[in-house]
């Protein structure tokens, strides 16, 4: 399963995007419910940093904690997509958004190693 980002942009402290990550590749029959997915962030000099991750069949999600109660993951099956609501933006936030395939416990959430990064997409909060 592959995946494209997209809705970054630019906006002030405060304000709010939602992202989305379109996916390819799931097999027919199956559905992306199948797959435990995750938004990760990198900004330069850092490591890349899972934020949001959901696991259906595991009914787990894991939030990094500088971003519970502002960031939630929702899904449209039918369109094969994935999206990250973020409101009430720091500058923090800040980074590169990608998502993908995602290893999720209550703990901790990495990209699953099978899986691909997308190209992600480009958030800036500044004033």
């Known amino acids: 399963v592959r995946f494209v980002e997209s809705g970054g942009g630019s906006v002030q402290p405060g304000g709010s995007l939602r992202l989305s990550c379109v996916a390819s590749?799931?097999?027919?029959?199956?559905?992306?419910?199948?797959?435990?997915i995750g938004w990760f962030r990198q900004t330069p000099g850092k490591e890349r940093e899972g934020v949001l991750c959901?696991?259906?069949?595991?009914?787990?999600?894991y939030y990094a904690e500088s971003v519970k109660g502002r960031f939630t993951m929702t899904r449209d099956n039918a369109k094969n997509t994935v999206f990250l609501q973020m409101n009430s933006l720091k500058p923090d936030d800040a980074a590169i958004y990608s998502c993908?395939?995602?290893?999720?416990?209550?703990?901790?959430?990495?990209?699953?190693?099978?899986?691909?990064w997308g190209q992600g997409t480009q958030v800036t909060v500044s004033s």
């Open positions: 959901h696991s259906p069949i595991l009914d787990m999600t």
């Open positions: 590749g799931v097999p027919s029959g199956s559905s992306l419910d199948y797959y435990a």
């Open positions: 993908a395939t995602a290893l999720v416990d209550e703990h901790s959430c990495r990209k699953n190693p099978y899986g691909s």
